[in-house]
């Protein structure tokens, strides 16, 4: 059983905690929040001693893996301090906020051998997500892609009403590309591949942050258009294009259904259904890892992680780039 340890106490790490409770492959054991009661409320309910103290955390915590569910901007940081206190690192997309910052996590990594750091892209790990990889393998062209992931974010409402909640803001690295575009991002990388050039087109708000935008990968034979927004909602399913064929997805991050429609018209379901809890599946990946980190095909699909990881973390900071997107954390 590996002993589990958080940080943030948001919707997100609930779900997390209950899908490595669902695979009785962890067990929460220590809990940190910037607060005494949000940390006893989550620990009442999930288990686990309460930390306020982030460097007493990492003492005195007794658990081998840390869930980091904080604003974007932390990641990094705290990911360098959990390498750093001997803890084994899952943490939420994306890790970093530019390249520097994928250094630093990398220079740690190297400073920690024996440890390991996985992004939380939780899609990549799920069984629909493979049946759209090994189809692609199937099909003699590939003309390209729209994806699109849209969602109106509840806290779009607080942001109308005049706040600046964390994730539309720039200062915690938050906007449409990183908390959304991170997924379609992912697609296309573990797809197709790295791509040669990219545009991103945004609809900015006040806050400086993506609201919403149109990016645009370029690779030697086809663009892949990206559609990605937290301020309104689209119902627009996602395709990957062949020459007459096309896979059909219902949304292009969930991918809870994805139709194969083949050269002569006839149609196969390539999508099974998913598990109740999104995050079960990159628990389990992520446990498989941690348990046998020796065994030749875990080191070899956590290399395969990092990389796309790595990859698809460049491609976010090129994006946010052609679009003169600044981050503080880029200072
Ligand atoms: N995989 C998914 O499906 C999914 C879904 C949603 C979000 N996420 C990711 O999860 C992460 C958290 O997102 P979120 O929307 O939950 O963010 P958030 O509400 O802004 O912050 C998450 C938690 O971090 C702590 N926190 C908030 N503001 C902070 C600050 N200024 N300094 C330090 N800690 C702070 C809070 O915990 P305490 O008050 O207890 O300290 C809060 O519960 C993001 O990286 C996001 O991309 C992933």
Not at 275 to 294: C, G, Q
Not at 299 to 327: C, P
């Amino acid at each position: 059983m590996l002993k589990l340890g958080i940080i943030g106490t948001n919707w997100i790490t609930q779900q997390f905690v209950e899908a490595a409770a669902a695979s009785q492959k962890y067990e929460l054991t220590s809990v940190y929040s910037r607060h005494e009661d949000t940390g006893k409320t989550f620990a009442e309910k999930n288990g686990g001693q309460v930390y306020t103290s982030l460097e007493t955390f990492f003492k005195a915590g007794d658990f081998d893996v840390v869930y980091i569910a904080s604003p974007n901007s932390l990641h990094a940081a705290q990911t360098i301090q959990a390498l750093d206190a001997g803890k084994e690192v899952i943490v939420e997309k994306p890790l970093v906020s530019n390249p520097t910052e994928y250094a630093q996590v990398k220079d740690a990594l190297a400073a920690h051998p024996e440890l390991h750091v996985f992004e939380a892209a939780r899609h990549i790990h799920e069984p629909n997500f493979r049946a759209i990889r090994k189809q692609l393998s199937e099909m003699s062209v590939i003309n390209g892609a729209t994806l699109t992931y849209m969602k109106y974010s509840s806290r779009f409402d607080n942001y109308l009403a005049g706040e600046n909640p964390n994730v539309f803001t720039t200062t915690f690295s938050g906007g449409a590309l990183q908390d959304l575009g991170v997924y379609v991002v992912y697609d296309a990388v573990a797809w197709f591949g790295k791509p040669n050039r990219v545009h991103y087109y945004t609809t900015p708000l006040r806050t400086g942050a993506d609201g919403k935008g149109i990016a645009v990968l370029g690779y030697d034979d086809f663009d892949v258009t990206l559609n990605i927004g937290k301020n309104t909602n689209s119902y627009l399913p996602s395709e990957i294009y062949g020459l007459k064929d096309t896979i059909v997805m219902d949304n292009a991050a969930e991918l809870k259904s994805v139709i194969y429609h083949a050269s002569d018209g006839s149609t196969k379901r390539l999508s099974t259904e998913p598990a109740a809890n999104p995050m079960l599946a990159e628990v389990d990946d992520f446990a498989t890892v941690l348990n046998d980190p020796k065994n030749p095909d875990n080191m070899r699909h956590y290399q395969t992680w990092l990389h796309l990881s790595e990859i698809v973390n460049g491609v976010l900071y090129d994006l946010r780039r052609k679009a003169s997107l600044v981050f503080p954390a880029d200072k």
